[in-house]
């Protein structure tokens, strides 16, 4: 059996160097519902379906080119779909 979508999609977030953690925003909004939990910080419908991802990142490279890093990584995985990044904080290299 493959891993659902958003499960895919944090995995490959979660692998870039500059992504601290992923966030669900501030209501805890952005995130996908699967059976028995949720993926936080990541809304992902399903095959062809735009996809969300919240992040706070580890503050060094140019913001930008980090986000769109993070939504070629995202389409990897999700095919040619849209992809919305919200940072939704910066934390200093080596905070934990």
Do not use: C, N, Q, W
């Amino acid at each position: 059996m493959t891993a659902p979508l958003a499960d895919t999609v944090a995995e490959a977030v979660l692998a870039h160097p500059a992504v601290h953690r992923l966030d669900p925003g501030p209501f805890g909004a952005l995130a996908s519902y699967l059976p028995g939990r949720r993926v936080e910080g990541v809304r992902a419908a399903g095959p062809g379906e735009p996809v969300e991802i919240g992040v706070v990142l580890k503050l060094g490279g140019p913001v930008p080119e980090v986000v769109a890093d993070l939504r070629a990584r995202v389409r990897e995985v999700a095919g040619d779909v849209p992809v919305d990044v919200t940072v939704t904080d910066v934390v200093l290299a080596g905070d934990d």
